[in-house]
């Protein structure tokens, strides 16, 4: 509105090709300076009650600094200039505005992935469709080709290819089958599935996700907190700087008031740092969703900085670096000990562990048909193994730490030779036998590792509690220089401590659950396939959905493109606000130009530049 009047106002001004008496022209210019001040009056409401506000809080914001330009522009006979003052930065905050709001609205679109409507099989086989929010644990739910999954689930009947890119960025259908986990809002390819909620609705993978992403949207990254802070300071003394110029100059006789008074107001609307403080929100907002729409969740803009700076990651190799799935390779007997007895009594100690090495043996025992022992007692010790009382029996197994006081084998130093992760069976007298397992590498270990190493991130550091011909022999299949084997999990902690020294900020790649202390300890904790686990989203800084290395460069390449960015925005909007106010003082910048260019300008550059970062994408290759 404000706009249309400014531009209605310059028309009727201008129009002065009738040739009529200089009478008709005077009131045709009455009339015009009374549209323009319409036009100032419309479009400076967005900035007259903020800015009284403001004043009475002794507080100098760009709204005061708008009003003043406005009032001072129409006290001076430039209504022409007040009325575009107004429209333009009305306008320049009707688009940033837009800015944000956009870059929040692709959040809301994560929302609504999950479809509103599930069908819902109830007990007596009939089948009724229900709102999704309504899903409860247990609910039984039939999903069809093309349809989205409504809810997280395990599969009880049906086989399908399912696209899950929508929660962890991979777009390659992953093939699902009985017993497997699916996740809510992903899409079923072809094949029909029946599938039994493991959460509710509220509580799905998906859900959690839009959570924490509105959360760290609405965290303020560390250099935002910097901007402000210089915005407060920089706001007044611009402020002087105008008064000084509208004032000094002509007490020494420089040229008129008028003039000088001109000179102060363009300095003025300069002098607002619209641009610099939405800079920084719109990029790291549209970064953090751009991210979490390919699979990766950061927590915050500080996660999203830090991750930028990074140069030394350190990486946990079980799970992180190798897939985690270990299978057992040889089952070696000592002491009399048969086969049987040794993975039977193994098996019921790890029956209660989650560990990988865990799950192997217990797979393992059941494909043997090893005779099921009952446990009574249980204990893990996270880095060493599991103390337990398997038919009464007191088992250790894991590491030789387990072992301070008794002879080892000499098998177990040639099946480590082997590079095969080995555990120690035996109790409080005597070893029973040994495990040997194999992990394999994550095919693209060593790529991504040399991607990383081309994003600046020199510093490359393996940790493990395995042992170090292992962690030698995964090293040397992945480039990665500098090993630390045998670690407890609190000396992962004092090794990232160490780094932390050495490089300010320090990213720590691990499987979530079992490197915790060491993800807490980095300056970034990054887990990987945390789809999987609701757990380790809640815990890390930064969670890679999908379990698959490749969404880490994507991830550092996103983190460094946000803060050149970001630093590229203040750089050019100070840099174009100095030069505008070195022309102003000297009278060569006008008001117009400068709200046309100092602000319009600023603003404009800033949120394409945001918009830049949504097109990165995680198979781009550098
Ligand atoms: P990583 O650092 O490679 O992830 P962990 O710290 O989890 O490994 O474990 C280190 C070592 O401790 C393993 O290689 C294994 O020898 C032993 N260990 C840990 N947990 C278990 C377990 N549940 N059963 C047997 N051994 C275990
Ligand atoms: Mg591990």
Not at 175 to 202: C, F, H, M, N, Q
Not at 565 to 586: M, P, Q, Y
């Amino acid at each position: 509105m404000s706009g249309v009047f400014w531009l209605g106002g310059m028309v009727i001004a201008f129009n002065t090709t009738v040739p009529h008496a200089a009478g008709w022209l005077r009131v045709r210019l009455d009339i015009a300076g009374l549209v323009l001040l319409v036009g100032a009056l419309i479009g400076g409401w967005n900035f007259f009650p903020k800015a009284l506000s403001g004043i009475r809080k002794f507080r100098l914001d760009m709204n005061f600094l708008m009003t003043v330009a406005i009032v001072g522009a129409v006290l001076i006979g430039e209504p022409i200039e007040a009325a575009a003052i107004a429209a333009l930065f009305s306008f320049a905050e009707l688009l940033e505005a837009a800015a944000v709001v956009r870059a929040r609205r692709a959040v809301e679109e994560l929302v609504r992935l999950t479809p509103e409507q599930a069908s819902l099989v109830r007990e007596n086989g009939v089948e009724e469709a229900v709102p999704t929010g309504s899903l409860r644990i247990g609910d039984l739910v039939r999903v069809r080709p093309g349809e989205k999954i409504p809810i997280d689930g395990r599969v009880m009947d049906g086989e399908s290819g399912v696209d899950e890119a929508n929660v962890t960025g991979e777009s390659i259908p992953v093939s699902k089958v009985v017993g497997d986990p699916v996740y809510a809002g992903t899409t079923i390819v072809e094949g029909y599935l029946e599938i039994e909620a493991t959460t509710d609705a509220s509580d799905t993978t998906i859900a959690r996700l839009v959570r924490l992403v509105r959360q760290a949207q609405a965290r303020r990254a560390p250099i935002e907190r910097y901007v402000d802070r210089f915005a407060r300071y920089y706001t007044p003394t611009v402020t002087a700087l105008a008064a000084l110029t509208m004032v000094v100059p002509p007490l020494f006789g420089l040229g008129t008031g008028l003039d000088w008074f001109t000179r102060g107001l363009a300095l003025l609307v300069i002098a607002c740092p619209c641009a610099l403080v939405i800079a920084t929100p719109v990029t790291v907002v549209s970064a953090l969703t751009s991210a979490a729409r390919n699979g990766v969740l950061i927590k915050g803009g500080e996660y999203l900085e830090a991750l930028g700076a990074t140069c030394a990651m350190a990486f946990d190799k079980t799970g992180s670096l190798t897939e985690g799935r270990l299978s057992v390779t040889d089952v070696r007997v000592v002491n009399k000990a048969s086969k049987e007895l040794v993975l039977g009594l193994a098996a019921a100690a790890e029956s209660r562990s989650e560990h990988p090495i865990a799950r192997a043996i217990v797979e393992k025992a059941r494909n043997d048909q090893v005779k099921e022992l009952p446990v009574t007692d249980f204990e893990a010790r996270p880095g060493i193994g599991v103390v337990a009382t398997v038919d009464g029996l007191e088992i250790r197994l894991g590491t030789t730490d387990l072992f301070p006081d008794l002879d080892l084998p000499p098998a177990l130093e040639e099946l480590e030779s082997e590079g095969k992760t080995v555990v120690v069976i035996g109790d409080a007298d005597k070893v029973f036998g040994m495990i040997a397992l194999e992990d394999t590498l994550r095919p693209n270990a060593r790529a991504v590792l040399g991607q990383l190493r081309k994003l600046g991130i020199h510093e490359q550091l393996m940790l493990t509690g395995d042992n170090e011909a292992v962690a030698r022999a995964v090293a040397s299949k992945t480039d990665i220089s500098d090993v630390r084997a045998r670690l407890l999990p609190h000396e992962k902690v004092q090794v990232v401590e160490e780094l932390k020294a050495h490089h300010k900020v320090v990213a720590m790649l691990g499987d979530g659950v079992n490197d915790a202390p060491a993800l807490a300890a980095a300056t970034v904790g990054i887990a990987m396939g945390a789809a999987g686990s609701p757990a380790t989203i809640e815990t890390a800084d930064v969670a890679l959905m999908a379990d698959d290395l490749k969404a880490l460069p994507y991830a550092v390449r996103m983190a460094q493109l946000t803060r050149r960015l970001v630093r590229f925005n203040i750089a050019s909007a100070l840099t174009l606000k100095l030069l505008l106010a070195v022309g102003a003082v000297g009278g060569v910048v006008t008001l117009l130009v400068a709200v046309l260019v100092g602000d319009m300008g600023a603003s404009i550059l800033v949120t394409l530049n945001a918009m830049r970062l949504a097109q990165t994408r995680p198979n781009m290759t550098d």
